[in-house]
């Protein structure tokens, strides 16, 4: 079975960049599937942050694509988020997640790790 | 880019009762690209329902996805305590971004 853990910094200040790494246990990055990033402010709903492949392509939602990078270690199973000038309105619980083998929708999240952007 | 508008946004109902969770996308979507998630406080999502029918490993048949086109439904056949949470659909695009997830309908114990 698949685990996802996020970790990284839970404040970050204002202008600054969101770093977060997810590791995966239970199953190889190379596995043939697309790993993604989601978040979710508080009380509010789901919003998709951006995709990675093993091989290296991504895609990203275009209302966040300029300030987004998302990056895979397969040496150490793991892949990456960041995200430049942060603020307020980036706080939020992000998830890493994998699409399921079915394709089309998440089938496997993280716990969730809540980053506060304030000064 | 699909916008996907869940209806109602509270439900209030008691155990046993049938619960109907309605979404729509602003466009006709592959049945293929529709899902359903449930989310409890603290917890992250979790997989109900993919290719708008088919049930995720593990859970339990009273959890029915049906509809095609623009309109989608959750059916929940008879409600158990555990099943009141907020309820997610999501639509996969072909293009960015890949996953719109509608705004979600919280299921409260009446």
């Known amino acids: 079975q698949v685990q996802l853990q996020e970790s990284g910094p839970g404040l970050v200040k204002p202008s600054g960049t969101l770093s977060l790494t997810c590791a995966v246990s239970g199953g190889s990055i190379s596995s043939g599937n697309w790993w993604s990033w989601v978040r979710q402010p508080p009380g509010k709903g789901l919003e998709w942050i951006g995709e990675?492949?093993?091989?290296?392509?991504?895609n990203y939602n275009p209302s966040l694509k300029s300030r987004v990078t998302i990056s895979v270690d397969k040496s150490k199973n793991q892949f990456s988020l960041k995200l430049s000038s942060v603020t307020a309105a980036d706080t939020a619980v992000y998830y890493c997640a994998r699409e399921g083998d079915h394709g089309y929708s998440i089938a496997y999240w993280g716990q969730g790790t809540l980053v506060t952007v304030s000064s | 880019e699909i916008v996907v508008t869940q209806s109602p946004g509270t439900l209030s109902l008691s155990p046993g009762e049938r619960a109907t969770l309605s979404c729509r996308a602003s466009q006709s979507v592959s049945s293929s690209y529709l899902a359903w998630y449930q989310q409890k406080p603290g917890q992250a999502p979790r997989l109900l329902i993919y290719g708008a029918s088919s049930r995720a490993t593990g859970i339990p048949d009273r959890f029915s996805g049906s509809g095609s086109g623009t309109d989608f439904t959750l059916t929940i056949s008879r409600l158990e305590p555990e099943d009141f949470a907020v309820y997610y659909c999501?639509?996969?695009?072909?293009?960015?971004?890949?996953?719109?997830f509608g705004q979600g309908t919280k299921l409260e114990i009446k």
């Open positions: 999501q639509q996969y695009g072909s293009s960015p971004p890949r996953y719109t």
């Open positions: 990675i492949y093993h091989s290296g392509s991504t």
